[in-house]
């Protein structure tokens, strides 16, 4: 490394909580699936910012929306009107059949409101007495970092001493609809679940379970809520991830790829039942449904059907995943995905993923590891076929190699 990139990671290390673990790239610009660093050393994305770039980086239409509103008006909050708010709801509703539309900010603020929207529910129109409302949850989610989210994760490193938590979450196996069936009472208001579980390790449940697990729900008259915050907008071939087996959720949750990676913008899309509760006063966000927000949420989802990034993510996922089940290595254990949200799996003598995805980065690849031995794959929805053979070979290459 150049004396310029070990002064930058000095300093963030020096002045910056020690939160992260990044690889060592100091990135400084991107265009499409690619990043530069700061000595010229060009990447092909892999994580795309966990799917908040599904569009690409810097994409010039989003950016144009940007500058456009930014030049206009940012932020009024929402003591005012604004001229994007109503425009980006009947737009969003359209494109996903949603009665009612929530802005937020990050994908925990959209979680944090929905668990918050789905109690009130219970309360008000379900008739759970006061207090004592259940939401059942699936081991190993993710669903963000909040005090309220962290309280009902079963990774220990995101709880270890950031108790004591709130009451009132049911935690079962994913996949398993007995389970579910098991755990709904009378007082179970919601089922929150990610159609895919992705920091877990892009693990896609069996065939059929979310059939099974709308029809627990609906005859049980419990929300299903389906966090879609990294599975939708097109990430696994789907404009929903839900689409694969045909099923409609009560209350879906979107972020990240809301905005192309240009700003924070999330959304609660549900049914004007659950979020028909709320009233003035009782749940907000400065920032939420900002008109800046809103013009870049616009300008993202516009690009995304009208370039057809959807379908191009269906079909270069399925290449990508043939071409990495087709890798004959000793450190692979399992490859896994749906549309351009993929995983390789390695066997646990292979060592730490982390250390492929250091020698990734050497053959310009940017992609992350999760779960200690699970290596992330996740580009931009604009690559081509020529790019996924590219970063195949270098894969290839690299998951052949004893790094233990």
């Known amino acids: 490394m150049s004396s310029s990139v070990i002064d930058l990671v000095a300093t963030e290390a020096r002045f910056g909580a020690h939160n992260y673990e990044p690889i060592g790239a100091v ?46 008006l940012t932020l009024t909050s929402r003591a005012f009107h604004n001229d994007q708010l109503a425009l980006f709801y009947e737009e969003i509703a359209a494109l996903t059949g949603s009665h009612k539309v929530l802005p937020m900010n990050s994908g925990a603020e959209a979680v944090e409101s929905a668990i918050k929207s789905v109690r009130k529910w219970g309360y008000e129109v379900k008739g759970v007495p006061d207090g004592q409302a259940e939401i059942i949850v699936c081991a190993n989610n993710f669903h963000g970092r909040t005090l309220g989210i962290v309280g009902f994760s079963t990774d220990p490193e995101t709880r270890t001493h950031f108790g004591p938590f709130a009451p009132g979450f049911k935690i079962i196996p994913f996949g398993d609809a007995a389970a579910l069936e098991d755990a709904i009472t009378p007082n179970t208001v919601a089922f929150l679940v990610e159609p895919i579980q992705g920091e877990a390790g892009v693990i896609i449940p069996p065939a059929g379970y979310f059939t ?78 900002n008109p800046l927000a809103c013009a870049v949420a616009r300008a993202a989802i516009r690009v995304l059907v009208e370039e057809g990034m959807i379908e191009n993510a269906a079909r270069q996922g399925a290449r990508f995943l043939e071409g990495l089940k087709d890798i004959r290595a000793n450190t692979i254990r399992e490859v896994r995905g749906r549309g351009l949200m993929l995983a390789v799996e390695l066997h646990p003598e292979a060592g730490r993923a982390r250390r492929y995805c250091e020698a990734l980065q050497g053959k310009g690849i940017l992609a992350k590891d999760t779960h200690e031995h699970t290596i992330r794959i996740a580009p931009p929805l604009v690559i081509t076929s020529d790019q996924v053979d590219w970063a195949l070979e270098r894969l290839a290459t690299t998951l052949t190699q004893d790094l233990s």
């Open 27 to 72: 990135l400084s610009r991107g265009e499409g699936v690619w990043v530069w660093d700061i000595e010229g050393n060009r990447y092909l994305d892999c994580l795309s910012a966990y799917s908040a770039v599904s569009q690409g980086h810097c994409h010039p239409k989003i950016l144009a929306a940007m500058v456009e509103q930014a030049q206009r």
């Open 212 to 289: 099974e697990v709308r029809q627990l729900c609906t005859a049980n008259n419990v929300m299903l809520v389906l966090d879609e915050i990294q599975t939708g907008l097109g990430r696994t071939g789907k404009l929903l991830a839900e689409q694969h087996e045909g099923i409609e959720a009560d209350v879906t949750l979107l972020g990240k790829a809301l905005s192309g990676g240009f700003y924070p913008v999330s959304a609660v899309l549900s049914n004007n039942e659950v979020l028909g509760t709320l009233r003035p006063g009782q749940h907000g966000s400065t920032f939420g449904g």
